[in-house]
């Protein structure tokens, strides 16, 4: 069975993450297909609305770690840009409307992906977490600006320097979901609100959506500029430190770094 799952169901595009012996942690190749699937959908006149979901247990790991570090992404060098970044910027620029459901952990782009949706809702169990600084890294998907603008400064540093997981009602009085549900709820949910969504003008909804995005056109060079960042750091030492530290199941050793 794919890692993702990709189901079309009249004008709606689901897209499941289904790697759950790995907590659906998100290979290149995992990638690469959200990529195609985006960049398909936002040409096809039939679909008017894509679902993200994962399972009632998890979202999403966000990047697997081994893949990361065994073939690390690379912007800016000329050549085929890495699949990661095809995703980010796939989800940016998505025309039409995306609903997303998150049950359990949502780790890193697992919640900043979140930022480029336009509905989400979360089950009770979810805990939404941006270890980036954790794992020696920085922030990515554009979210160094996207949080603060979405949250305030405070609140984001919190979220991105402690990098501490923080869970479904606090997600919703930050404003970063639209409702919390019982976990077995969320996907039925987001099912409800995509075919909503879908039996709308599709041109209003793209229009709305190209409005409200108007002050994010620099989002774009934002995302590479991250990207260049976090794929240096991604071979340094602190990051190698931290993902051997996690593969070992051990608590990572910062002293030198
Ligand atoms: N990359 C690669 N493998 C991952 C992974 C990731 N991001 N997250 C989990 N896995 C693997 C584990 O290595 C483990 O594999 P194993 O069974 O072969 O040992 C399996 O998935 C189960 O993970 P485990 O940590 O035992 O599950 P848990 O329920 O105790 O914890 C998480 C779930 C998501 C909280 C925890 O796995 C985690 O923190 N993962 C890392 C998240 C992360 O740092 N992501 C990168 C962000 S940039």
Redesign the pocket.
């Known amino acids: 069975m794919s890692d993702i799952l990709v189901h079309r169901e009249n004008a709606i595009l689901t897209l499941t993450f289904n790697r759950l012996?790995?907590?659906n942690?998100i290979t290149q190749a995992m990638y690469a297909t959200l990529a195609d699937e985006l960049e398909a959908a936002a040409k096809d006149d039939a679909v008017r609305v894509v679902a993200i979901q994962g399972a009632a247990e998890i979202f999403t790991?966000?990047?697997?770690?081994?893949d990361f570090m065994m073939n690390p992404p690379k912007i800016g060098e000329g050549g085929e840009l890495p699949s990661v970044f095809r995703f980010l910027n796939a989800i940016h620029h998505f025309p039409k409307p995306i609903v997303a459901g998150v049950c359990g952990?949502a780790?890193?782009?697992g919640t900043t992906l979140l930022f480029h949706c336009d509905l989400v809702y979360v089950g009770d169990n979810a805990a939404l977490s941006l270890?980036?600084v954790n794992?020696g890294?920085c922030p990515e998907a554009g979210s160094s600006w996207l949080l603060p603008a979405l949250v305030g400064h405070h609140r984001a540093a919190e979220k991105l320097m402690l990098g501490e997981p923080f869970y479904a009602d606090e997600a919703l009085e930050m404003g970063l979901a639209n409702r919390v549900l019982p976990p077995n709820e969320v996907n039925g949910h987001v099912q409800a609100q995509a075919k909503k969504l879908a039996d709308k003008p599709s041109a209003s909804l793209v229009a709305t959506k190209a409005l409200m995005k108007k002050g994010q056109s620099h989002i774009a060079e934002l995302i590479a500029a991250e990207g260049k960042i976090f794929g240096e750091l991604l071979v340094g030492p602190a990051a190698k430190e931290a993902i051997s530290a996690?593969m070992q199941k051990r608590k990572p050793d910062f002293s030198k770094y």
Do not use: E, H, R, T
Not at 61 to 66: F, Q, S, T
């Open positions: 012996d790995k907590k942690a790991a966000g990047n697997d770690l081994m952990a780790v890193g782009i270890p980036f794992l890294l996690f």
